[in-house]
């Protein structure tokens, strides 16, 4: 009975690690993390963008970051240029092989996300939505929203980006918003410009 007790303990410790990543599943982490690896496959990502870019790494405004079991390990590394003159959101997929070392780290596809479908009327309910937490967002910064200018919608496989242009008493400024579309929630709220 003891041996049977272990064997189930065991078993159930096994399928729960397999839930944190399983092969071939993506799963989200956050750039708070304090992970050597995360950190070295922005930064792959990161030096690609500027190469060829007027911009610093360190400028660049870090949105979301998931990573892929295979033979090795896939991260997807979203970010965004707040110096650029249209907002996009641009995602690299950066290979590791093993190692931890930046030369182990291989950028293996680029993707620019652009907005083509327009903005987001007044009336769909996603904008109540946005104008809500962008309110929450700019009391916690101590600043007040007088009103939206615009909502661009972008999307990838796992989040729904969305740039707000919006006057407050200090101004005109652009915010970014990520939206986890397993949840539909907002994981964070960024100052553009």
Known sequence: MK??????LLTF?????EKKQAVGSWT???FNENSL???????????????????????????TVYSQLVNGVNYKI??????????TIEEYRVYKASGNKPEDYKVEENVKYENTEGVISFNDPSFTLLEN????????????????SYVYPLE??????????AQ??????????????????????DKIK
Do not use: W
Not at 168 to 189: I, L, M, P, R
């Open 13 to 17: 410790s096994l399928c729960e690690d």
């Open 133 to 148: 937490q962008l309110y929450k967002f700019l009391k916690e910064s101590k600043e007040e929203l007088d009103f939206i």
């Open 37 to 63: 690896e995360i950190e070295q496959s922005f930064r792959k990502a990161a030096k690609e963008y500027c190469e060829s870019h007027d911009v610093e790494a360190d400028d660049l405004i870090r949105l």
């Open 156 to 165: 990838n496989d796992f989040t729904n980006f969305y740039i707000i242009n």
């Open 78 to 87: 979203t970010f965004m240029d707040p110096t650029s003159e249209y907002p």
């Open 3 to 8: 041996y049977i007790l272990i064997l189930v």
């Open 168 to 189: 407050t008493k200090d101004g005109e400024h652009q915010y970014v918003a990520c939206q986890d579309k397993s949840n539909n929630k907002f994981d964070s709220f």
């Open 28 to 30: 989200k982490h956050s």
